[in-house]
C-alpha cells in the first residue's frame, strides 16, 4: 500500500530524464527512487500523456444516475423542501442513505442550504413602479444621492411568524422570488415603527401606536423629520424619500427649510 506519493516535479523529472535517453536504473540512482516507480510513472506518461494524478474511481455511489437527478430537480423546484423530505422521496424508491449524501449531492450540482430571505411581498405594478424609478435615476451621481433621506414604516414581528426557512438555492439567487419569504405590514403579534435613514447613518425611530393614518403620519414627519435631516447633517436642502402610499401625499414646509418630496 502506498504511504507517499511523490511530487509533480519529481514525476516531470523522470520524464524529462527518459526523454534524454536515461534508462530505468539511471533515473532511480539519480533521483534516488525505485526503479519500479520509475517505470510506473513512465508507463503511466507513456498511455495518458500526462504525470498529473488521474481521477480515482472512489466507492460506488449509493444512489442511481437517475436519483440523483431526481434529487437536484426536487430541489430546485422546491427551493424549501427539507433534508428529511428528500431523505423519504429516496427510500420510497427503494434507495436509503444518509442526509450528508443527499446534501453532498445537492452541493456538486451548486445547491447550498441557506437561510431564506424576508422579503415585503409586492405586486407586480409595484415591481414595475420600482423598476421604472431605478432606471430614471441611473444617472444620478453619488453627490445626489447623499442628499437624500429616505423614510418607510414596517412590521417588527415579536415572536411566531419570525422563525428561520432555510432553502436549496445556487449562489447570488437569494432575492429570487421562490427564495425568499414574503411579508406584509399587517396580521401577527407585532408592533409597527416609522423610521428613516441617509448615506450617512439612520435617522429617529418611532413607535406607532393604533392605526396609522394621514394626520398621524404628517405628526411624525413634523416631530422627528427636520431633526433626522439635522443628525444628518443633510444641510437645509435635501430629498425626502417616501414610497406611493396614500398617507403620503401631502407637501410639506417647515422653518423655511426646502424639502423636495418623491415617492417611488
Not at 516531470?12 to 525505485?34: C, E, M, R
Not at 413602479?129 to 430614471?136: M, N, Y
Not at 401577527?188 to 403620519?217: E, L, Q, R
Not at 423629520?225 to 402610499?245: H, I, T, V, W
Request: proline share 4%.
Amino acid at each position: 500500500m502506498k504511504n507517499k506519493e511523490h511530487t509533480r516535479q519529481v514525476r516531470d523529472t523522470v520524464v524529462k530524464k527518459f526523454k534524454a535517453g536515461f534508462g530505468y536504473k539511471k533515473i532511480s540512482q539519480a533521483l534516488n527512487i525505485p526503479r519500479s516507480t520509475v517505470q510506473a510513472i513512465i508507463l503511466k506518461w507513456k498511455e495518458y500523456q500526462t504525470t498529473a494524478n488521474l481521477p480515482r474511481p472512489g466507492r460506488p455511489s449509493k444512489l442511481s444516475a437517475h436519483t440523483r437527478r431526481r434529487l437536484i430537480r426536487d430541489a430546485a423546484k422546491r427551493p424549501m423542501i427539507t433534508l428529511d423530505e428528500l431523505q423519504r422521496s429516496t427510500a420510497e424508491v427503494g434507495d436509503s442513505v444518509h442526509r450528508t449524501t443527499i446534501s453532498r449531492i445537492l452541493h456538486k450540482s451548486g445547491l447550498y442550504g441557506r437561510v431564506a430571505r424576508r422579503k415585503p411581498f409586492l405586486k407586480d405594478i409595484h415591481k414595475k413602479c420600482s423598476l421604472k424609478f431605478a432606471t430614471s435615476h441611473l444617472g444620478d451621481t453619488p453627490n445626489m444621492w447623499k442628499k437624500v433621506l429616505w423614510s418607510d414604516e414596517t412590521k417588527v414581528e415579536l415572536f411566531g411568524n419570525n422563525a428561520k426557512r432555510y432553502v436549496w438555492r445556487k449562489s447570488n439567487t437569494a432575492h429570487h422570488p421562490e427564495h425568499t419569504i414574503p411579508t406584509v405590514k399587517h396580521g401577527g403579534c407585532s408592533i409597527m415603527v416609522w423610521a428613516c435613514f441617509s448615506s450617512a447613518g439612520t435617522g429617529k425611530m418611532v413607535k406607532i401606536d393604533g392605526k396609522m393614518y394621514g394626520a398621524k403620519y404628517r405628526t411624525i414627519l413634523e416631530e422627528n423629520l427636520m431633526e433626522s435631516a439635522k443628525d444628518l447633517r443633510l444641510g437645509r436642502r435635501f430629498a425626502f424619500q417616501q414610497d406611493n402610499d396614500p398617507k403620503h401625499k401631502a407637501n410639506l414646509q417647515w422653518n423655511g427649510s426646502k424639502i423636495n418630496i418623491s415617492r417611488c
